[in-house]
């Protein structure tokens, strides 16, 4: 089944609970800190019956019709048929909403190409894990992830001390109906716009913490679960012309606290196990399929920034200036090697031994590593070209309402190249990105969406084929026997040198 944006809407109207503070929120569809959002999303499901993407957004197999994202590939034209499908998403939402339904999508996806992973210990969830597939891809469901415990949970022993409760999610008690989970987990990106929250682990748990190694997932609307956002900015947008960005794609981060919710059995696929708890996301192609998307989603922000760099310095007169041209090469230059991380990704596919295949998983923790590390910077850089443009436009659209202040606005704001309402929308476009509440929301998200820099790293240096680099190494090292000194024609002097 392939949804509408108004069925998927329709969903959301489930009674989940969403705090903004101290307000109570019961319908994020109408509400004024998500509903655009909420209808961006609904864009998505919607681009599915639009003629120009529908045969790239859904796929058929079987007789079924599904979201691509659900597509377990078994070819190389899989692939790039999943990333052509994630590029249409990144480019409806300008690669502003990173945790869209195409990134969880990939977990579950990847955990059911190696469903035997799942059967480890004491417990054998590998089922489980392929029927809820099957359930997510027949009805087209939209997955958030919250695997991440909060921070100052990870030394129980700060809280032991003062008899305290430690607040991250962990079981309390097991039943023959399944579990009942209590604690907090973040930062569950676009969860108050899923149908399923994807609770798990991904950083390492210390010996003690084994309650707190479940994996499961559980609707939104669970009873004893509510989702504690952070400011909407959405909501304190001036209006869709000023703030154009943070009217419609912001994205939400909330907090999920579970206060006794009971997990049935069919939605548990690990529990008790430290170490599958994180494995299950690299000894299956789960991190793969879902991080792939996340370097197609940065792609299309990178096309956002250097077009609208582009933009800026054509419209401040200053594009022929050779030391900007310089600047405009060197955004082109990274937007160029993040769009051949991605390529590259497929050119180097791996083949996995259950008849699938997987995207290369050494240069996708590359791709987000570079990600990571240069998201500032370019920023940085499009704010250098943009100097005082960003800020000399009027407060906001109300200078447009007001004939007085709108003559004189449209002309002496305007510049040979632009009318002053293009510039207005350009240059509040811009700050949008690079300036405002949201903007920094994004420069954090890029930083952390998969974890700290050494995190990425480690998934770099575990990935690295390192049998094939000390070869090359050993190969070389090889060729170097001892042998007699050559003859380099010095004379008696140079040989032992000056007295
Ligand atoms: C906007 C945003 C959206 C997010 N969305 C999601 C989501 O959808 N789902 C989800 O599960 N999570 C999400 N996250 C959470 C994200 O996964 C975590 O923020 C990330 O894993 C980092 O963990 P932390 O914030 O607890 O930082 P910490 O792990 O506490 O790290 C903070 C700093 O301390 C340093 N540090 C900590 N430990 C070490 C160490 N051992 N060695 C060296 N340096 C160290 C780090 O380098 C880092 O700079 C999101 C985060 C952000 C900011």
Known sequence: MIKRGAEYLAGLRDGRIVYIGGERVDDVTVHPGFRNAARSYAAIYDARFNERYRDILVTTEDGDRFATYFLRPKTRSDLERRTRSCQVIAELTYGLMGRSPDFVGGYITGAAMQPEVFDSGAFRFASHVTAFYDHC??????LSHAVTPPQGTRDKTLYQREAARVPALAVVAEDDAGLTISGTKMLATSAAFSDEIWIGNILPLAAGHESEAVTCVVPPNATGLTLWSRKPYERYAVSAFDNYLSHHFDEGDCIVVCDCVKVPWERVFVHNDIGLSRQIYFRTPAHTLSNHQAGVRYAAKLKLLLGLARRIVKSSGIDGVPAVADDLGHLAALYGMMKAM???QIQDFETLGSGYVNYNRHYMYAAVYFATQHYDQICAKVRELS???????????????????????????????DSAVERFKLYKLAWDLLGTDFAGRH??????????????????????????????VGSLLDRIEPGPLLDLGLTDTETKGSP
């Open 137 to 142: 891809r027949r009805n087209d469901v939209f």
């Open 342 to 344: 991605i390529q590259g």
């Open 443 to 472: 420069l954090q998200y890029e930083r952390f969406y998969m974890g700290p820099a050494f995190v990425v790293r480690a998934h770099s240096h575990r990935e690295c084929p390192w049998p094939e680099i000390d070869d090359y």
């Open 387 to 417: 100097g005082g443009s960003v800020l000399q436009m009027p407060a906001d659209v109300s200078v447009l309402h007001n004939p007085a202040t709108r003559s004189v606005f449209e002309e002496l704001w305007r510049t040979p190249a």
